[in-house]
């Protein structure tokens, strides 16, 4: 390859180093915005995550909370703050990802791409509303159930600390979250002709130990967190298999139409 060749491959690879940093800064821009908006309102928002507590203990009843370092609140203030900055900014960031993506893809690839840029965000929103609703107002009245009160000479309640409770919810609205683009993720394996429905089928057996498997390491060790991400999971894993199907349809149907102008060319 001669000099000239050299120089001509690097304008290119100059321009998209410059696309990505304009891409990086428009993002992380967005990630500072939100996360001292959701500073100010950490303590807030830190209320709002304990509406699955509430439920378990009862909605009148008060709840004590604890830290036990002078620091422990603040760095949890700062954890929530990046977690919710990186939820709220999320439509930035994956718009910042398609502008940087779509220019190399064609046009066709474009309309199939954006679906699942859409797809993500609701799925993963479904995924922490059910642990919202649902499985942590559970989760915590299964932990709270431990408790020894009454006449007993030996009290044993539970005073959560702020940061552990945090972790809690977070771990598990990560998990769900996760899990929920299953569809997502094997849908687009079959746009690469990486994955079948067929395929999935018969291997649905290994799916359910795995989907288990998943549960028992990203949850908590209790059997509400665990069951409550597996069922849904399997359930979205059948979802995964119709959308897999669907795209088999579709591109036999493009195949078809394909063949046809093919055969009309050659007539």
Known sequence: MSQQDLDATKAPLIEHLIELRKRLMWSCGAI????????????????????????????????????????????????LSLFGAIFIAFPVLASQVYMFVAPGLYKNERQAF?????ATPILFIMGGAL????????????????????????????TARVSEYLSLIMTLILA?????QLPVLLTL??????????????KRKYAVVGVFAVAAVLTPPDPISQ???????????????LSVKLVEKKRAEAQAEREAEDDDTEA
Not at 114 to 118: A, D, R, V, Y
Not at 176 to 180: A, I, K, N
Not at 192 to 198: D, K
Not at 227 to 241: F, M, N, Q, V, W
């Open 32 to 79: 500072f915005v939100c996360f001292i908006v959701c500073f100010i309102f950490a303590k807030q928002i830190y209320n709002i995550l304990l509406y699955p507590y509430r439920q378990a203990v009862g909605g009148d009843t008060r709840i004590e909370m604890i830290y036990t370092a002078p620091q422990e609140f603040f760095f949890t203030e700062l954890k």
């Open 227 to 241: 069951i409550g991400l597996a069922l849904p999971t399997l359930l979205l894993y059948e979802i995964s298999i």
């Open 176 to 180: 769900f979250g996760l899990c929920f």
């Open 114 to 118: 954006l679906p699942f840029l859409i």
């Open 131 to 158: 642990v919202y609703y649902v499985v942590m107002p559970l989760a915590m009245a299964f932990f709270l159930s431990m408790q020894q009160t009454g006449d007993t000479q030996v009290q044993i309640q539970l």
């Open 189 to 202: 394996l079959a746009r690469a002709g990486l994955a079948t429905s067929e395929g999935l089928r018969s």
